[in-house]
């Protein structure tokens, strides 16, 4: 009888924990530049006042030009990038069949200078690979996000949704209490947004420079004093793969401008 | 891996006031700034702008390590007569960098 009613205890009380707050519907998603003041919002819609068109540019010039012991542009095979890259952004992470796992856009452009070009990969956040990735996210401004559909990427996009969930750092705080529980709300003066990919690489005011998701992620985890993922790992790919999904239909703004 | 946005209308009314905007690729270091190992970081700034039009100078700024990178300069001037736009932006460590933009004044 007592281990019955401490069993029953033991329900009431797991009952009695507030539930994790659910993903955010589709018609709930904002990106977080409706989060951001008119100055902020005008800078990012007038391409010649914003900076990220600057890494546009540069990107560009890196698409034509030949590189590595091949001697070959990415437009050599690719041609015309506003043709080839369309929508590209909107789909990655994408499932890579030889290596059996996600890559995302900079392991992609990486895999294809060691591959074709027979080039020395980028390093992580270089000024290249930012201005390649910018440019090529750019063919997919406006086109909604698709990141996530292909079935094999399934168990990578639920190990994306276990990190998500999980509590982590000193402050120990999951993505998830603040992105998805919290996003109506402020931390000191900013707006806490939901946490939505789609405008990356981006220029941030903070930074003074363009920085992928993955930088953004590392400040975050910074943030709330936990062990950053490194850049371009197993676990720092699935968890954008599901930054993407979970973001599903919602528009491409490369090269978003944020504060 | 230098590169200028410069928006100048192609085209404007003879008489009219239009509006010259350009935006310049630089990092702007301070100078004020440490490494993690408690080195200063040299000042590398643009320190000059100006814009010549028809070999006139119509507009000049001067730039100090206050100002955030990639500087984003606008300013008004009256369209008088056809001609080109020259930008140049001068700096530090030798950095010179130009830019230029045509308009076709209409009567």
Redesign the interface.
Known sequence: MMRLRRLLLGVVVLTAVPALAAEIPPAERRSGYTFMTSDTKAMQDD???N?G??AV??GE?LWNAKAGETNKSCADCHGDASVSMRGVAAHYPAFDKPLGHPVDIEQRIDLCRKDHQKASPFANES?ELL?LTAFIGKQSRGQPITSGDDEALAPFVARGHELFMQRQGQLNLACTNCHDGNWDKHLAGAPITQGQPNGYPEYR?EW??MGSLQRRIRSCMTGVRAQAFDFGSPDMVALELYLMSRAHGMAIETPAVRP | MASALVNVPPKAKKGAVIEIRTLMSHIMEPGYRRTAAGDLVPRDIITSFSCRFNGEEIFRADLFPAIAANPFLSFFTVATESGKFEFEWIGDNGFVANASATITVEA
């Open positions: 391409d010649t006042a900076p068109m600057l540019m540069d010039a000024r201005a005011l003074q420079a």
